[in-house]
Each structure stands twice: as C-alpha cells, then as structure tokens.
C-alpha cells in the first residue's frame, strides 16, 4: 500500500503544482469596455486597412473596482467560427492555454478616468478570418485581474472580416508575364541564329 499511496501523492502534488497560480477566464469580472469603428460586414484587408480600437473602465461600476489595474493588453481575438476544426484557435477557460486571442494590438499603462483609444493598422500576417477585440486589465504582477471586449457573451455580435495577404500583386504578374515572353522570343531567336549558323557551315556542293 505504502508505494500506491507514495504514487497517489506524487500525482495529486503534481496536478496542484500544474493549476497553482493559472487564472481561469470564468472566474475575471468584465469591467472594461471595448469598442471598434468596423461596420457589420465589413471586410478589412491585412496590411492596408486601420482599426480603431476604444477602451476604458466602465464607468457605472464603483470606485475602486481598479485598483489592482497597472496595465491593459489589448488583443485580436477569433470567434467562434473561426475556430471551427482548428485546435490551435481553440478556446480555454485557463488563460495560459487560451488560444483565442493571440495577435497583440497594443499594451498600455492603465490610466484611471480614461478612456483610451488605438488607430491600429493590421499586420501584414495576420490570417483571413473573423474577429472581435479584447482588452485585458493586467496586475503588477502579471495575472489577468478583468476584462473587455468588443462584442457579446456568445461573441455572436460586432464581429468582422480580415482577409489575408494572397501574395500575388499585379505589378508581379506582369512582371512575370513580361518574362515569360521573353524568354519565349530569346528562344526562337537563339534557334534561328543557329539555325544560319548551321547553314554557313555546311559544304556548298561542287
């Protein structure tokens, strides 16, 4: 018995030391608000098209709520259709293990009384999907202690679309394609300059 229970304990000390400390979405309040100037239906392009992004402490909770406040990160977030069949988006209610918000927009000092605002452009790499944005309120220490986001519960309500960099311009198909005749006219023309060459060379009868 006394090895089972030497294993037992080793388990159970290593499953506490695994979740000591990890903070779970579930249990953080929703004291920020969030907002973004995109329109339903909206389809932004990476690369080219801005985002501005508001945030700020709700201003019908009670004083001091923000006290433990030393920072916000804001982030770009997947919803859920965009999750769909993909683990490595995959929601977790420990935050350690979230994957749902994982492009940073911007982190700031929290600044009380203030409502902040970002005219963020999307980075070139960030992938066709649809989002919303999320801002957490982060402690000296550097737990997550509150959050905002800039659509509902079920993340069902002002989303939008960003559509990816294809990585075809036209300035390079035309490239290639002047290349590509090119080489087709070098081609014919080196094979008529031997085929006179050919001709030169060749014995003239008697």
């Not at 290593?14 to 400390?21: E, I, Q, R």
């Amino acid at each position: 018995m006394a090895p089972r229970l030497l294993i037992a304990s080793i388990l159970l000390c290593f499953m506490l030391g695994s979740t000591f400390g990890a903070v779970l979405f579930s249990t953080i309040p929703r004291t920020l608000t969030v907002s973004t100037t995109t329109k339903k239906g909206s389809v932004l392009k990476a690369g080219e098209d801005t985002v501005k992004v508001t945030w700020g402490l709700n201003s019908t909770l009670q004083a001091g709520v923000d006290a433990k406040y030393s920072k916000v990160v804001v982030k770009l977030c997947y919803s859920p259709v965009s999750q769909e069949e993909r683990a490595w988006r995959k929601t977790n209610n420990e935050l350690d293990k979230d994957k749902t918000c994982q492009i940073k927009i911007v982190e700031r000092g929290y600044t009380k009384n203030k409502q902040e605002n970002l005219k963020w452009q999307i980075e070139r790499d960030v992938p066709t999907a649809t989002y919303f944005v999320r801002a957490y309120a982060v402690d000296s220490n550097g737990h997550e202690v509150a959050y905002g986001q800039s659509t509902n519960s079920p993340k069902t309500s002002n989303l939008f679309d960003i559509e990816s960099i294809t990585g075809r311009h036209t300035s390079i198909d035309v490239a290639a394609a002047a290349f590509s005749a090119f080489s087709v006219v070098s081609l014919f023309f080196f094979f008529y300059v031997e085929k006179r060459k050919g001709k030169k060379s060749s014995p003239q009868p008697n």
